[in-house]
């Protein structure tokens, strides 16, 4: 599986969009982007995942560059509970693939 | 609340000793993912479960094993327990293919 990079932390304004950035330059082609976050003391969560387009769902967006090389995802709205670690992960698809998590970078909501 | 139980929560053991950790995956569920996460680290993929049987392993020593029961639950053992097997063991289900991996909350394995 293609490895990720992520910054170690950042922090955004309550009501503010967090981008968190995600580079992956050595994605292959039929990998996927998925994130996932993990508030403290919980097991990941799924947000989302993408391939080549842009994605949105009820928690938040996914943008991809056009050479896949990086990705950013977007909280629109952050809010205190969006504290947490976000792992960006490339993988084949299907849930059976094992998900190779880094670091994951810390996302810190102020008020 | 994703519908993935884990036994029990917390855990003390003693080098040396075995341990078995549990899970009860969602229901429709029928492959199960063992990780380990140290304090400061990402959960790291142990190995994979898929209809009772190993579907892929991890970087881990023989003496971690498991098991999947035919109602899709789900066990980790660990035998000859190290001062490093000090972790945060995650249980995942899912459904073959599908996209999301569905956590649990977790076993916090101490070894002293």
């Known amino acids: 599986d293609a490895k990720t990079t992520q910054p170690p932390s950042m922090d955004c304004a309550e009501g503010r969009a967090a981008n968190l950035p995600c580079n992956h330059s050595?994605?292959?082609?039929?990998?996927?982007v998925y994130w996932y976050r993990q508030i403290h003391s919980q097991g990941p969560q799924y947000i989302i995942h993408?391939?080549?387009n842009n994605e949105t769902n009820e928690m938040a967006s996914l943008i991809i560059t056009e050479d896949r090389k990086s990705s950013t995802l977007i909280l629109p709205h952050a809010t205190l509970r969006d504290t947490a670690v976000y792992y960006c992960i490339v993988g084949s698809t299907g849930a059976n693939s094992k998900l190779t998590f880094g670091k994951g970078i810390t996302l810190s909501v102020r008020p | 609340e994703t519908g993935v139980t884990q036994s029990p929560t917390h855990l003390i053991k003693t080098r040396g000793q075995q341990v078995t950790l549990r899970c009860s995956s969602q229901s429709g569920h029928n492959t199960v993912s063992w990780y380990q996460q140290a304090l400061g680290q990402g959960p790291q993929f142990i190995f994979q479960?898929?209809?009772?049987?190993?579907?892929g392993r991890g970087n881990f020593p023989p003496r971690f094993s498991g098991l999947q029961f035919p109602n899709y639950s789900s066990e980790l053992n660990v035998n000859a327990l190290e001062l490093d097997d000090s972790a945060l063991y995650l249980c995942a289900s899912s459904f073959s293919g599908g996209i999301e991996a569905f956590f649990g909350q977790g076993t916090r394995l101490t070894v002293v």
């Open positions: 479960y898929y209809r009772e049987e190993e579907n």
């Open positions: 050595t994605i292959s082609g039929n990998e996927y």
């Open positions: 993408g391939l080549k």
